[in-house]
Antibody
Framework: EVQLLESGGDLVQPGGSLRLSCAASGFTFSNHAMSWVRQAPGKGLEWVSVISGGGRNTYYADSVKGRFTVSRDNSKNTFYLQMNSLRAEDTAIYYC???????????????WGQGNLVTVSS | DIQMTQSPSSLSASVGDRVTITCRASQSISNFLNWYQQKPGKAPKLLIYLASSLQSGVPSRFSGSGSGTDFTLTVSSLQPEDFATYYCQQTYTTPPEGNTFGQGTKLELK
């Protein structure tokens, strides 16, 4: 059974940093790209970032480019989102999502984590 | 960036109704279009990929069609568990850029 377990969500002040983690099980982790998708309170879905199966290729939404960094450790079946220079508009539930493919260039998400709330506020 | 626009934004229907949700892309995306269902407080669930392919385990009352710029998601006979918010997502842009999701359509019980 595929499982994605997120952690790291918290309340942080504007300008602060936070790292989210997503621990995966139930599939060959390195064979799949992984993405972060967020949802602001009461709003729609916004794709944030993707990392390819081997970790070589990463892509970001313009709204987070230069502030967020996605990485993965295939030996631990875990991937991460390092979020720096956080803004109030980054407040959202952050979901990790498994891609059906390995490259991450056409993200299609067949499994999702339960979501982790990040609140940016003073 | 390719913009994805769903219509309607909300829809009221009854159990047993046939409903259709539309998603329009600002430029042609061939058939690179997915549909997701999200229930309150839950993560989204993949329903349809590549415009018309039914994801494993999804009931056959869900179907998708379209290509180019215009796409539809149809539920042939609404069941109580189908009342949720539905999102389309384009996967044509490679690598991904901008927000690939539509704004969502909330399907409510009449």
């Amino acid at each position: 059974e595929v499982q994605l377990l997120e952690s790291g969500g918290d309340l942080v002040q504007p300008g602060g940093s936070l790292r989210l983690s997503c621990a995966a099980s139930g599939f060959t982790f390195s064979n799949h790209a992984m993405s972060w998708v967020r949802q602001a309170p009461g709003k729609g879905l916004e794709w944030v970032s993707v990392i390819s199966g081997g970790g070589r290729n990463t892509y970001y939404a313009d709204s987070v480019k230069g502030r967020f960094t996605v990485s993965r450790d295939n030996s631990k079946n875990t991937f991460y989102l390092q979020m720096n220079s956080l803004r109030a508009e980054d407040t959202a539930i952050y979901y990790c999502a498994k891609d059906v493919g390995i490259t991450g260039t056409t993200p299609t998400f067949d499994y999702w984590g339960q979501g982790n709330l990040v609140t940016v506020s003073s | 960036d390719i913009q994805m626009t769903q219509s309607p934004s909300s829809l009221s229907a009854s159990v047993g109704d046939r409903v259709t949700i539309t998603c329009r892309a600002s430029q042609s995306i061939s058939n690179f279009l997915n549909w997701y269902q999200q229930k309150p407080g839950k993560a989204p669930k993949l329903l349809i990929y590549l415009a018309s392919s039914l994801q494993s385990g999804v009931p056959s009352r869900f179907s998708g069609s379209g290509s180019g710029t215009d796409f539809t998601l149809t539920v042939s006979s609404l069941q109580p568990e189908d009342f949720a918010t539905y999102y389309c997502q384009q996967t044509y842009t490679t690598p991904p850029e901008g927000n690939t999701f539509g704004q969502g359509t909330k399907l409510e019980l009449k």
